[in-house]
């Protein structure tokens, strides 16, 4: 008896994670959608990335802007026709998908061209010493600041090595030390230069440059290893190091923002903060940078790359009689095609409604399961419930708040409001659209 076994995973030579881990990534998003809000209403400020708000919620242009659309087939649930927001650091379905992207053209691109050009690749790790009571922008500025200064002496160095470019990422994690920010460096070179002197080079380069710009680094803030584009098989290929999302996790006690997400979610407050923190200290980093090795090896940019479906194999169908039905003769194929995916609508309103940050629950998770378990039926159950609870929640916290200056229309046609006279206005204003007097807050 031949035991079947569980497919191997996309992104290591492990099997893929269990069924009831396919909504974590919109879980994670819903965290990071409410501590994006709670960032601007405590601090005023925007953190980079906070278009995460509108994903999976908004609605793409051409599309009908009054019905949310899910798609379900075998593969299970998913949007359709709404925005996403493209963002690696704060969204985790955009960031799942960019990783994806950048793996599958690290491994069906980039590789297969160094070979064909007779170059290899070695794998190097920059770092900093950091504390946790550094500021953790500061930390990031002297880590992209020191290695703008070594890349730029190494110019020569990395011309006689036969260089084809770098392809870099840009990886954080926080533990007890604070934001640890780090650099995964793919440096291309011709398959003979002598690595151990390349490496020895780059050291001495990179502790210059990192004192200089006012760090420093122990023995563990440069790491060099030689020729590591062919050791996937022992699970440390140079494409799950440079572009990895869920499938690391932080070391010694340390956490990835993937982990600081599911903390959140589950009401670490701690957790949220160091996020926000640390959303705040990248700033405008680019999480993945290729250069010009897709201009000088000729191959399509990481942004153009797609996944190659792989080649079926030859159908053996061809040589078998075909089926006949029975009625007419007619002959008929022995597969038969996929049905098409069923579309579930509804408001777009209440979708807004249902997957709201204030309302502290992966609303989208929830309704994506919902689609995939139980279809259409299952679906507007959990909208409606979801809507009746964000409702509950408004109406709490109107009854919590203090009583409105009934003043504040009059107020707001003599001059422009400022922020917490805007803040009254909406509250009077949704109070009327619900018929409630300007005094129910006080009466209740």
């Not at 708000?53 to 899910?70: K, T």
């Not at 709201?356 to 507007?380: E, F, N, Q």
Request: hydrophobic residues 40%.
């Amino acid at each position: 008896m031949v035991r079947k076994t569980a497919p191997l995973g996309k992104n290591r030579d492990t099997p893929p994670a269990p069924r009831r881990h396919r909504y974590r990534p919109h879980i994670r998003q819903a965290a990071a959608q409410r501590l994006v809000a709670g960032y601007w209403s405590q601090h005023e400020i925007n953190l980079r990335g906070s278009s995460v708000l509108g994903c999976g919620r908004w609605r793409v242009f051409g599309e009908d802007p009054h019905q949310a659309q899910i798609e379900v087939d075998n593969d299970g649930a998913r949007l359709r026709g709404h925005f996403t927001c493209g963002c690696n650091w704060t969204c985790e379905c955009c960031a799942a998908t960019s990783v994806a992207r950048n793996r599958g053209w690290l491994r069906g691109a980039l590789f297969p061209a160094l070979a064909q050009h007779g170059k290899s690749g070695s794998l190097v790790t920059l770092t900093l010493s950091h504390r946790y009571d550094d500021d953790w922008a500061d930390v990031v500025a002297t880590l992209k600041s020191a290695y703008a200064r070594m890349d730029r002496r190494l110019h020569k160095v990395y011309k006689k090595a036969g260089s084809a470019g770098k392809f870099k990422a840009f990886e954080v994690t926080v533990g007890a030390n604070g934001l640890h920010p780090h650099l995964h460096i793919l440096i291309t070179h011709d398959a003979d230069t002598d690595t151990a002197a390349l490496a020895q080079t780059m050291e001495a380069a990179w502790r210059q440059a990192l004192t200089e710009v006012g760090g420093h680094c122990t023995q563990h803030g440069f790491d060099f290893q030689a020729h590591r584009l062919d050791d996937y098989a022992a699970k440390m290929g140079a494409a799950h190091e440079l572009a990895a999302q869920s499938t690391k996790s932080g070391r010694r006690k340390g956490f990835t923002l993937s982990q600081l997400l599911d903390a959140a979610s589950h009401g670490d407050l701690c957790a949220g903060a160091e996020w926000q923190r640390a959303i705040a200290a990248l700033k405008a980093t680019n999480r993945f940078h290729a250069g010009s090795l897709a201009q000088r090896l000729g191959i399509p940019t990481p942004s153009e790359w797609e996944e190659q479906p792989a080649e079926a194999a030859p159908p053996a169908q061809a040589e078998l009689p075909l089926e006949q039905d029975d009625a007419t003769g007619a002959d008929t194929d022995q597969a038969a095609e996929p049905a098409p995916p069923a579309i579930i609508s509804y408001p777009l309103v209440d979708h807004l409604k249902a997957t709201h940050p204030a309302l502290g629950r992966p609303g989208l998770a929830m309704i994506l399961r919902a689609a995939r378990r139980g279809g259409t039926t299952a679906v507007l159950r959990m909208v409606d419930a979801l809507c009746r609870d964000s409702e509950r929640k408004q109406y709490e916290a109107l009854l919590a708040a203090p009583p409105i200056d009934s003043q504040i229309i009059t107020i707001a046609a003599q001059r422009p409001l400022n922020k917490d006279e805007i803040a009254e206005y909406l509250r009077y204003k949704r109070q009327a659209l619900r018929g409630q007097p300007p005094h129910a807050a006080a009466v209740a």
